[in-house]
């Protein structure tokens, strides 16, 4: 079965999976969403028997239909190698009574890595199978990590530049240096005056030009984004979950069909939609808990069923959940209104005219 992808805020327009990566962001400035969202395909027992990379084939072939299997494949053999400091890639491990998925094994210790290493494999090849000639400008807007994890991944990757964005005060000072020391010939940073919503909100705007778009199309470029508005940064994400219920299924430490609760540190609502798509598949998940830090817009608007980002921004030491407007948290939206663009473009229009 095809799995074709359509913007939140307009039904009409289908693309397929590697268009909807190199777009980034839908035209009408909706978020991609897969017309259905696929089953795992093998039981869960099956798959407990793969390596990661065994398993990310088999998950993400089921979102990105068009690419080959060799394309997929050679997409995850160059994300999923030595770059991560063990063969395992995501272990799982028992610490306090709970389980924890280790997502810190990556170049850049973010557990950005687990997606941002196979972005730029999916962008090169989604542009080779559309034809683009054009050179692909990412733009992205960061809290800290992303921007780092964005730029080791897309540094020197031919066909390929990219522009990070940062909150000049709203970043701890190791993510700075992380990315001002960034090495690459195609690599750009800036740290704005503002806070992480203003850089979001600003690379949105961009995005949303039409004019500027035909501009950079005449001189050889097109936009695309790395944060998590991106499906290609979504899919990947799916993997994790999969592997860690397989993983406990492994080791007998949970019986076949048992459900597990499974609880995501929260900013732009990337991580955890994904842990909610991997429920969606058919992975036996019963609780999806939503953490927040003093910027808990997310917790109330689950405790209330009232969005409202009028507060003041606070900094934390914890500066990637410091977001007042999640931008997936629309990709929900979109679900539980019964996948109704009209609706999910009013809400969306209301939270930019009130904030609420
Ligand atoms: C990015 C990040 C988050 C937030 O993840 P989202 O997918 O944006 O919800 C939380 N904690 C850390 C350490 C991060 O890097």
Partial sequence: MDVLYRSTRGAKEE???????????????????????????????????????????????????????????????????????????????????????????GATIAFKDMALSILPHLMTTAAKKNQIKNEIVILTATSGDTGKAALAGFADVPGTRIIVFYPKDGVSPIQEKQMVTQKGDNTLV?????????????????????????????????????NS????????????????????????????????????????????LAAYYAKLMGLPIAKLVCASNENKVLYDFFRTGEYDKNRPFILTSSPSMDILISSNLERLIYRIAGADAGKDTELMAERSKSGK
Wanted: charged share 20%; with cysteine.
């Fill in 190 to 226: 800036v740290g704005i005056h503002g806070n992480f919503d203003d850089a979001q909100n600003g690379v949105k705007v961009i995005f949303g030009d039409e004019e500027l778009e035909k501009e950079l199309d005449a001189a050889g470029f097109q936009f695309s984004s790395a």
């Fill in 229 to 272: 508005i991106n499906i290609g940064r979504l899919v990947p994400q799916v993997v994790y979950y999969v592997y860690a219920y397989v993983q406990l299924l492994a080791r007998g430490e949970i019986a076949d069909g048992e459900e597990i609760n499974v609880v995501v540190p929260t900013g732009n609502f990337g991580n955890i």
């Fill in 15 to 105: 693309v397929t999976a590697s268009q909807a990566i190199l777009q980034g962001l839908a035209h009408d400035g909706g978020l991609f969403v897969p017309t259905e969202v696929p089953q795992l395909s093998c039981d869960l027992r099956t798959l407990a028997g793969m390596n990661y990379r065994e398993l990310a084939y088999e998950v993400m072939r089921l979102f990105l239909t068009d690419f080959t299997e060799e394309e997929l494949k050679g997409c995850i053999a160059g994300a999923y190698d030595e770059k991560f400091d063990t063969e395992e890639i995501a272990p799982l491990v028992k610490v306090g009574g709970a389980w924890h998925l280790e997502l810190f094994h």
